[in-house]
Nanobody
């Protein structure tokens, strides 16, 4: 399976914003839902957002109103804009579809 590549993470202060991208060399997001997960230190990986092929989105309550998922189907890329970041958002972030394997993830660290 194709591995997606996440990018755009880093260190940001609480209240700040980051934009993550998730790209792949093949159409792993074509016609399927793209899903974002994250894994905080010492915790299990958790789902928190997804975007269906037509663009409708679903969010976990903890990120609703702060995170926005979008997609560019022509570029086979999925985006995650994270606003008003909190220290509890610190985690390794992953994107995936049913056509892909897990990528390496990207670290997001939010300082208080």
């Amino acid at each position: 399976q194709v591995q997606p590549v996440e990018s755009g993470g880093g260190l940001v202060q609480a209240g700040g914003s980051l934009r993550l991208s998730c790209a792949a060399s093949r159409g792993i997001f074509s016609d399927v839902t793209a899903v974002w997960f994250r894994q905080a230190p010492g915790k299990q990986r958790e789902w928190f957002a997804q975007i269906r092929p037509e663009g409708s989105t679903v969010y976990k309550d903890s990120v609703k109103g702060r995170f926005t998922v979008s997609r560019d189907n022509a570029k086979n890329t999925v985006f995650l804009v994270m606003d008003n970041l909190k220290p509890e958002d610190t985690a390794v972030y992953y994107c995936k579809s049913m056509k892909s394997s897990w990528g390496q993830g990207i670290q997001v660290t939010v300082s208080s």
